[in-house]
């Protein structure tokens, strides 16, 4: 992994929230809610955010905000053609509402880490104030169009192409979404000096992602909240509400 320059890197790793992740109470709803969960629980972390796609159809950014999400990661992209026809929406809806929110794209195996970046580029505006962009890759095994899982080798080879790419045009490393299978398969001891979004549904990171430092938690994918209908993706900042507006204010330089 090559070193970044402190213009345009952000120092996400590293973070010792002094909050309780054990006995606080859930926040929001959950269809199918999680009793125990093992290295402890995502509600007492103070931040919470949500990240979404058309799939949620329209929101009421007003009532998620009132309801204290505090952040979102909209998806924008996928592979080298596709945009999610709701991704104008949705980041005008979160803006307006004062809830801070970047794009995402879902990496696509069978095209090009190159041509995804520029259709990415092509379809994402640079925004003042924006969080960084998020790179996401997991399997996709109902993909109707691309079974390929090429080598792990391959896969951080075209990443780091990708984030380049976003780093130069943006300015910003994006970060990066995984899932616990990916993960192990491909990411597990690189990537070291890069943010991380991690997807663990039954157990603290710590467990399922063991010695891999992260920036946010999703914690589940069937969330409840006044503002969205049907389920939602729910997350956290991991890190303190002091450690949030820190992070706010070096990442939206």
Same mark, same amino acid.
């Given at each position: 992994?090559?070193?970044?320059?402190? +213009?345009?890197?952000?120092?996400?790793?590293?973070?010792?929230?002094?909050?309780?992740?054990?006995?606080?109470?859930?926040?929001?709803?959950?269809?199918?809610?999680?009793?125990?969960?093992?290295?402890?629980?995502?509600? #007492?972390? $103070?931040?919470?955010?949500?990240?979404?796609?058309?799939?949620?159809?329209?929101?009421?950014?007003?009532?998620?905000?009132?309801?204290? =999400?505090?952040?979102?990661?909209?998806?924008?992209?996928?592979?080298?053609?596709?945009?999610?026809?709701?991704? @104008?929406?949705?980041?005008?809806? @979160?803006?307006?509402?004062?809830?801070?929110?970047?794009?995402?794209?879902?990496?696509?195996? +069978?095209?090009? @880490?190159?041509?995804? @970046?520029?259709?990415?580029?092509?379809? =994402? $505006?640079?925004?003042?104030?924006?969080?960084?962009?998020?790179?996401?890759?997991?399997?996709?095994?109902?993909?109707?169009? +691309?079974?390929?899982? !090429?080598?792990?080798?391959?896969?951080?080879?075209?990443?780091?192409?990708?984030?380049?790419?976003?780093?130069?045009?943006?300015?910003?490393?994006?970060?990066?979404?995984?899932?616990?299978?990916?993960?192990?398969?491909?990411?597990?001891?690189?990537?070291?000096?890069?943010?991380?979004?991690?997807?663990? =549904?039954?157990?603290? $990171?710590?467990?399922?992602? !063991?010695?891999? !430092?992260?920036?946010?938690?999703?914690?589940? #994918?069937? #969330?409840? =909240?006044?503002?969205?209908? #049907?389920?939602?993706?729910?997350?956290?900042?991991?890190?303190?509400?002091?450690?949030?507006?820190?992070?706010?204010?070096?990442?939206?330089?």
């Amino acid at each position: 992994m090559i070193s970044l320059s402190a +213009c345009t890197s952000v120092d996400y790793a590293g973070l010792s929230p002094s909050v309780t992740t054990v006995s606080a109470k859930p926040r929001y709803g959950d269809s199918d809610p999680i009793t125990a969960w093992q290295g402890g629980a995502p509600f #007492g972390f $103070p931040v919470h955010g949500v990240d979404i796609a058309k799939y949620q159809g329209d929101l009421d950014w007003k009532t998620l905000k009132q309801q204290g =999400v505090e952040f979102a990661f909209i998806k924008a992209t996928e592979g080298g053609d596709l945009l999610d026809p709701m991704y @104008a929406k949705h980041t005008s809806g @979160a803006r307006q509402a004062g809830i801070a929110n970047s794009a995402y794209h879902f990496y696509y195996f +069978c095209t090009p @880490a190159r041509k995804q @970046a520029e259709w990415f580029i092509r379809n =994402v $505006p640079r925004i003042r104030g924006s969080l960084p962009h998020v790179l996401d890759m997991e399997w996709n095994p109902h993909s109707p169009t +691309c079974k390929l899982r !090429p080598p792990a080798a391959v896969v951080r080879r075209e990443m780091e192409i990708f984030m380049r790419m976003i780093e130069r045009h943006y300015g910003k490393r994006p970060i990066i979404y995984t899932t616990v299978d990916f993960h192990e398969e491909n990411l597990a001891g690189h990537f070291k000096n890069d943010s991380f979004w991690l997807r663990s =549904v039954k157990a603290h $990171p710590k467990v399922t992602y !063991p010695g891999r !430092p992260f920036t946010f938690w999703q914690y589940t #994918g069937t #969330g409840r =909240v006044k503002g969205a209908t #049907g389920d939602i993706d729910l997350n956290v900042f991991h890190g303190s509400r002091d450690q949030w507006r820190e992070w706010v204010k070096r990442s939206t330089r």
